[in-house]
């Protein structure tokens, strides 16, 4: 599984990647936003006080997939292949 978040990138990143997604018609990638992260008030993010992307940037970006990573595929099941969230 592949999950990207977008972080608030002006040159829409989340775009594109939602277009290769469609036009190569992965069923095992997820897109994640962290807006929408922020603004349903997740406590990471309330303890912080980050109100936009523009107040957490990469880092916010990277919390939020480790923390929907583990949210949604831990604990793993045994034998099962492991997880990993990339970022650049």
Known sequence: DIVAVDDG????SIGLARAI???EKYTNVILLNLQSAIDQNLAF??????KTTKDSRKGGAILYALHWVAQAFLP???GSSPHYVMYT
């Open 45 to 50: 993010f309330a303890e912080r006080g980050l």
């Open 9 to 12: 990138c002006p040159n829409d």
């Open 21 to 23: 997604k469609t036009e």
């Open 76 to 78: 793993a099941e045994p």
